[in-house]
């Protein structure tokens, strides 16, 4: 096997020694990569990892003329401080917000401050579409299912004033991509995809509905275009149909939904301080847990992992749910003779979790406080000392490269008159230093940073 296929997929062997050995604190250290500073790309706004390749996504704001820039290294194994730049991809001058890669990495989707949405085609490089979405500041959800469904909504997490109450859907195999405008009498707060043609959304008054979409209407955006179905022409209904409504223990937010595709079951967070859990064939919550704080984010764990790390736990899917008091908890709903387990080290609102692809971490960020990597064998915290954060609200993009071994996240400064004039970034990198030498470490800066990466090596490099 070539060196590029080992770097892909970490293997079990390196997994079980990394683990076995004493664990020691500060694994993960912070380098720097010299190229985009050298070129004097500074404002560094949001970055995304490529879902298999060895690719970062690394969007600029209008301080550097506003693009995409992207960094490819040879494989997953090769320091990041050597990735070499790619491609840059134009945009207009529009300053960053948000990045996200399709399901198998064809497709790069870029959101902008002024709300302006682009697509690329990877590794080609063509533009796709330039559209507008009606608010600033929107959010990106690739759909799981289909490499070529996006949805956008308005991200009122920011303290920007924005319409939140219209989700748009493209199809970017379409020449006019914009499928479906969907208006609502509440604010969009979140969505996750349950299937092809079928999401989740949660609102800012805690109702949560199971929405399906006309399969036609997702393959025309033509208004009034009827359809060939059993011979017969048929008129291609554009609305979603709302399969099931689901209302929070009390008025609140809901945060964040997350589906479990294995389960077949939809878990959620809000405001009112509840984690729950729906089921399509039931109107009530079918599990419920209380943490008597704001909820923020939250994500279902990945195969093969333990909540518990007792080594008769059993493996059984769990919830991970960052708190506003810095809390994350760790609840099986399946499990009901399993306690819910509370990791402490954050002391601020927890704004992100984020599995690692291979399973053996979990990220969280917390708001104008710290990063973490924790690890999932035994919950201790990787990073040792704790990464400042600057001063900010906007989303915190967590973002795990392919073979586990990177991590980008990044925030930004208060929106004030003198945002795009003060706020300058350097971009790093966390390397943990697993029993060998550490390569191109650093001092954190005392600048404010809105790009961090970390990353771990092992002895053997694989």
Known sequence: MDEAQKSTSPSTTTTEHFFNDDLVKDLFKEVEHSQLEERGWRNLRCASFHPSDPVLACGLMDGDDGRVVLLKGLNHSVPFSNWEIERQLECEKESMYSLGWNLDGTQLAASCWLGKIFVWRYPSGELLFEKKHPSTHPKLYWNRFNRDILATLYDNGTKVVGNGKELLIWNTALKNPNTHNIASEFD?????????????????????????????????????????????????????????????????????????????????CSWDGWIQIWSKESDSPIYSLEVKCDAFSLVWSPRGIRMDDRIEAPEIPFIACGLRNGSIVLWSPLESEMEPRYLEK??????????????????????????????????????????????????????????????????????????????RVTTKLFTNHFKKRMTGVINPSTVPLQLRLISYVTEKGT
């Open 188 to 268: 969009f707060c979140c969505i996750d995809w349950m299937s092809y043609n079928r999401f989740a959304c949660g609102y800012d008054n805690g109702t949560i509905e199971m929405r399906h979409i006309n399969e036609e209407s997702m393959k025309n955006n033509q208004q009034g275009i009827t359809s060939i179905i059993f011979g017969k022409k048929q008129s291609i209904v554009r609305s979603t149909k709302v399969l099931k409504t689901f209302i929070h223990n009390f008025i609140g937010e809901v945060r964040c939904v997350a589906w479990n595709e294995i389960l077949k079951i939809l878990a959620s």
């Open 346 to 423: 954050h002391t601020s609102q927890v704004q992100q979790v984020l599995f690692s692809p291979d399973g053996m971490f979990l990220a969280s960020d917390a708001y104008l406080e710290k990063a973490i990597v924790w690890s999932t064998k035994n919950w201790e915290n990787l990073t040792g000392s704790t990464f400042s954060n600057p001063a900010g609200d906007f989303p915190y993009q967590l973002s795990w490269d392919a073979s586990s071994r990177k991590l980008a996240s990044q925030d930004l400064p208060d929106v004030g008159d003198d945002l795009f004039r003060h706020s």
